[in-house]
């Protein structure tokens, strides 16, 4: 009886409800199933004056168009959907998904609608798809996506296409019958947290755009909707910059590892079709010794050794403090690179600023001595200096967490503080009044846990150990620590990628399906009380959600034995 | 002045030596170069009776003239071999590798030398590269490779591959010159274990075969010499065998989720051209819940709940003991098995064997009481009637270590033994006179450190934990706890990666460059006193590895930052 029970409850649980990923915030279904028509498209419907959301809303439906031709996920149970040919076979045909946009207003590009601040980008929408037309009307079945901006249409494209799940047709195995189950069905969505990130380190590691691009697909289908890109860091300067044609020329690994203006276009233009705004970070001043390639006389203690008391890693190199020609050369930098991004925000990171370094260093010395300053002080105005550039550019200024709880710094109140080292810091930077990007290593680093790798640490761990399981990420509590007058400083979170041990080879497997844990508690997050998010019943979904992934061409690593992704719960400890 | 005691200590250590990958044991190089002519080429120079020996080379000097084309590899130094350009192009040119034979014995193909027993298997070869002809020699210049087996011919191709670099052409970035440093040079090597294998698991996540003909070619390329098969486990059973086509039928995870006849000789076909043998793994009688899609009633306890009462893993189900026609199928699949296979090894595996799993089993609860007889007496006979069949049919029998620590099995003498729980069980096992495969999880489990598979464990950590870095394989010593006496015992040692969250999507980047590390080890191993071998000095060589891996289409994850890989020494914790 209790085995009985069991798997009762496991039909219950698992296999009535729709596997999508992240989870909308409303969901009713039922229990039936449409098929669609040979010739099922996707249809915006523009009104008059909606000429302008139709192009724009093109590469999106394009691509939902592909994957709805070429997904071909069959079901995830023991007969991957057999027991339900009959049904699925008797269905009713859907012709259609039609696209609507409830707005009179006039048309306001992807791309413009990702660069507004946060609290006017609107990403929500509404999907339903019917079970069978009603018996007076004449018109074909079809389902409908509406939404108040074409973001949220993007969205809800997004969720569409996990609806879809194919059968091979008998007979002919090589085609296969597409279907929808649980209809009718109705979904009324929209994300808990606006910032909603991926974070890959191209400094350390250099990654081909094609890289970025499928990354950026694949964080689209899980409504990720920031790529923060930490592009340049103390090992390489892979950006091309237009000012600056020198830091690219002589910073990069090589002339083929190289962001040009046309290739960082391509990412946010790429981007932008998905709904995920491009946040660049040029991190300062620390971490920029590959600056001193082309401009050797800005940086202090550039490769001194023994490089651990000088920096983080190797090599040793921060941007000179108290120095008017360093700073300009800084805000030109990220003015340049504010105009290729098109996020609100910008990083101007200031993370690990090293103290030996300058106090060794004679130009850093001798500008305290001058102007009788304390480090902080020089620090405080380059950080001033730089976040001053960011406003003038448009953008609002993001920062890692020392700024203002190692460094004390000033910043604006509109600026923007990332919790990298640990999530106990969250509520010191909160009662501080700023707004918060969880970042936080221990639940979100995806490079964690690989070993050491500095060259001789035989038995070295990695600094962040243990690995950060996708289960570890999905218990995060975004309102950690924070008093409820608190809750509003969030913005939501990020899953990261740092290359000193990730590359093109491992890129996807490092970071999926895990960093889907990070889109789905940043998604549905306010709207879960801690405690209340079931891995139990969060792995049948991510199964699902990883399976789907792999038929897109991404090397989404398994969270299970195949055996297991069929039986949900069968592998839970028991 | 200490910084440059450092440049110059890393200039002699690092610089000069020919990044090889196993280290060869014997290598006497210069600091000259050759260039690699256009039509340079290699050539198996037949001598009488011969001809068969060319045949069967064919495949392996094919591999070798297509990494000499495409490979493309440039110096990991900071200039990329720039400063060398006068040196390369002034150099001699080298047209051809003559490839010899020192045997005038009848040639025995590369298949039936990887079925001979360890103590005939010849890997041995010499390799000379010189950097100018003799000035009275009108021929072109040639370089050597001799040994006394094919197999050893094999060996010296791939390490001939690693002398060779590419400088870019100027004013042709498309072309290349090919070239070899430090001419001339000598290599007289041989492995020092004659076992040196790479572990996969298909049952818990199927893999198609052209991910294990990749995973051959990278073996080969570090030497590795036997494929551990593990291909049918509790969760799927891939392999379809002729005498028991339903076993794959009902017990793979789905028809294109099985490895038929033509394809399984696919593999030792493509195995044995690049001199590695195939090892068929079939486990038993743990591990063979599979077994019960087609033959419910061999099972004991299938599917029994909770599973972790039953078995290590789901699901639960064990073959039966005490049943004479259950110990004849075994033996029959055996059977079938071995005539597949082409090491003169092959496991019966043994491991985890429940016994609770089988004192609930009526039917195994009767036979012990019918025969008055203990768990492991029934047990032995099994496993007893399992190694006669191997035996019977031309091969020795492996298991794992709980067959001889555990149940105390009195196995034939020649049987080998996988120690796999913790490298502290190897002296048990040498105690009792077995030879011994090193396997231990706590240096060569490649899936360790990922995190809970288990659905239900928000903090949980793989058993294995840490994540096993190719340091700490690589500071493996192969005669750990051993007496001097007993050292003859050790066969050699393996990397294994179990699939529970393994998958072709993680196949390269869980497995490389790590596996290369033990490679490494049980090449060089016997030669090598324990604590000897430098990480340092060996990093160096392992990056140029793993650049060369990918440039080959393998997804080996990177080891450090790119800027570490071309600064030899500079990111060592100083």
């Given at each position: 009886m209790r085995r009985h029970l069991h798997l009762l409850y496991s039909f219950l649980c698992f296999s009535v409800a729709a596997a999508l990923w992240p989870k909308p915030q409303s969901l009713h279904q039922s229990?039936?199933?449409?098929?669609?028509?040979?010739?099922?498209?996707?249809?915006?419907?523009?009104?008059?004056g909606q000429q302008a959301a139709a192009r724009d809303l093109e590469p999106a439906i394009s691509r939902a168009r592909r994957h709805l031709a070429a997904d071909g996920l069959q079901r995830l149970t023991v007969d991957r959907g057999e027991s339900q040919r009959d049904a699925v076979e008797a269905a009713s045909v859907l012709c259609r998904l039609d696209l609507r946009l409830n707005s009179t207003e006039p048309y306001t590009t992807l791309a413009s609608q990702l660069g507004r601040p946060y609290e006017h980008m609107d990403e929500s929408y509404t999907?339903?798809?019917?079970?069978?037309?009603?018996?007076d009307d004449p018109l074909p079945l079809a389902a409908k996506l509406s939404a108040n901006t074409s973001l949220g249409l993007v969205r809800g494209l997004d969720t569409f296409a996990q609806l879809v799940y194919a059968l091979p047709q008998l007979?002919?195995?090589?085609?296969s019958t597409r279907y929808i189950p649980h209809v009718p069905l109705r979904i009324v969505d929209r994300p808990a947290f606006p910032h909603r990130a991926f974070m890959l380190d191209t400094s350390r590691n250099f990654y081909p755009v094609s890289d970025i691009l499928r990354t950026l697909d694949t964080m689209a289908s899980v409504k990720l909707n920031v790529f923060h890109w930490h592009i340049v860091d103390s090992q390489s300067w892979p950006l091309d910059l237009p000012t600056?044609?020198?830091?690219?020329?002589?910073?990069s690994y090589s002339r083929d590892e190289v962001y040009r203006l046309e290739a960082v276009k391509q990412v946010v233009d790429h981007a932008a079709s998905l709904g995920i705004a491009v946040l660049l970070e040029i991190d300062m001043p620390g971490h920029t010794a590959a600056v001193a390639a082309a401009y050797p006389n800005f940086v202090a203690c550039l490769d001194a050794r023994p490089w651990?008391?000088?920096?983080?890693?190797?090599?040793?190199?921060?941007l000179r403090l108290g120095d008017p020609d360093i700073l300009a050369f800084s805000q030109r930098v990220l003015a340049d690179a504010a105009k290729m991004s098109s996020s609100s925000l910008m990083s101007t990171g200031g993370d690990e600023v090293n103290e030996r370094c300058y106090l060794d260093d004679p130009y850093t010395a001798a500008a305290m001595a001058a102007r009788n300053a304390t480090l902080d002080e020089l620090l405080a105005d380059f950080v001033s200096g730089l976040h001053s550039s960011v406003?003038?550019?448009?953008?609002?200024?993001?920062?890692?967490?020392?700024?203002?709880?190692?460094?004390?710094?000033?910043?604006?109140?509109?600026?923007?503080?990332t919790v990298w080292i640990n999530s106990s810091n969250v509520r010191a930077v909160a009662d501080k009044g700023y707004r918060i990007v969880h970042a936080a290593s221990d639940f979100f680093y995806l490079d964690c846990g690989a070993g050491a790798w500095l060259g001789n640490m035989p038995n070295g761990t990695s600094w962040c150990d243990p690995f950060k399981s996708w289960q570890k990420s999905y218990s995060f509590d975004p309102y950690l620590d924070l008093d409820v007058e608190q809750r509003h400083l969030v913005l939501g979170g990020e899953a990261l990628v740092w290359s000193e041990q990730a590359s093109p080879e491992n890129l996807d497997s490092i970071s999926w399906p895990r960093a889907a844990a990070a889109a789905e508690v940043f998604w549905t997050g306010g709207a879960v009380a801690p405690g209340?998010?079931?891995?139990?019943?969060?792995?049948?979904?991510?199964?699902?959600?990883?399976?789907?992934?792999?038929?897109?061409?991404?090397r989404a690593t398994a969270l299970q034995p195949h055996w297991c992704a069929l039986r949900p719960g069968s592998c839970d400890l028991e």
């Open positions: 229990v039936g199933f449409v098929r669609l028509a040979d010739s099922f498209d996707l249809a915006f419907t523009a009104d008059k999907l339903e798809v019917p079970d069978s037309g009603n018996s007979g002919a195995a090589s085609e600056f044609p020198d830091l690219a020329q002589l910073g651990s008391t000088y920096a983080a890693e190797p090599p040793a190199g921060q406003r003038a550019n448009g953008k609002t200024p993001v920062v890692w967490e020392e700024a203002v709880l190692n460094h004390d710094l000033a910043l604006g109140k509109d600026a923007v503080v209340e998010r079931s891995i139990g019943e969060a792995l049948a979904r991510l199964h699902d959600w990883r399976y789907r992934a792999v038929c897109r061409g991404v």
